[in-house]
């Protein structure tokens, strides 16, 4: 019903301002103690919204296979804060930028939901947008081997979604994930995606 709402933009607004706990890569594992005087790196991500046809997408990344950490992941544009950065909406907007070259004044920044904590030690920041005109993406070459898009109705839905387990540092830990065509969308994308669709 949301994504027919004439006022998309005021129905996202309202949505983001619902109030709501941070997540975290940990969610599902009650069991993990976290140090509470443990330092988190900062970052961000945009959660970039792209009307195509008539439906909204999602636009996500699939990071190179030759990236150190999270290689052949899904994720959203994004990455961590510079010392240059005012604010982490100004972060994922430059790495929106530099990793699918969406320029910024392209687009219209809703506002951000709860960070999101993840195991390598960062607390990532989603800065939710609307992308205003189509525009020509380009994959920076050495960080993103693909870009593309999933309907934003489809990874809203809370029955598309899973939770699966592997072995992580000789545990198992379980997390979301939502599979949509050839790409496994899992971790933490899956997560603020989770996040997203809760509010919706």
Known sequence: MMLKNPD???ALLKSINIDGRPTSDYDLNKDVQLPENRKLRQAAVLIGLQRINSEYHVVLTKRSSAMKHHPGQIAFPG?????????????ALREAFEEIALPQDNVDVIGVLPP???VTGFQVTPVLGLI????DPIAEIGEVDEIFS???AYV???QNFRIEAREWRGQMRHYYCVPYGPYYIWGAT???????????
């Open 8 to 10: 998309f933009r005021q």
């Open 79 to 91: 990455g961590k804060r510079d010392d240059g950065d005012k604010t982490l909406t100004h972060t």
């Open 116 to 118: 999101h904590e993840t």
């Open 132 to 135: 205003h005109r189509i525009y």
């Open 150 to 152: 999933v309907p934003l």
């Open 156 to 158: 809203t839905d809370i």
């Open 190 to 200: 899956a997560r603020i995606l989770r996040a997203l669709a809760d509010r919706l």
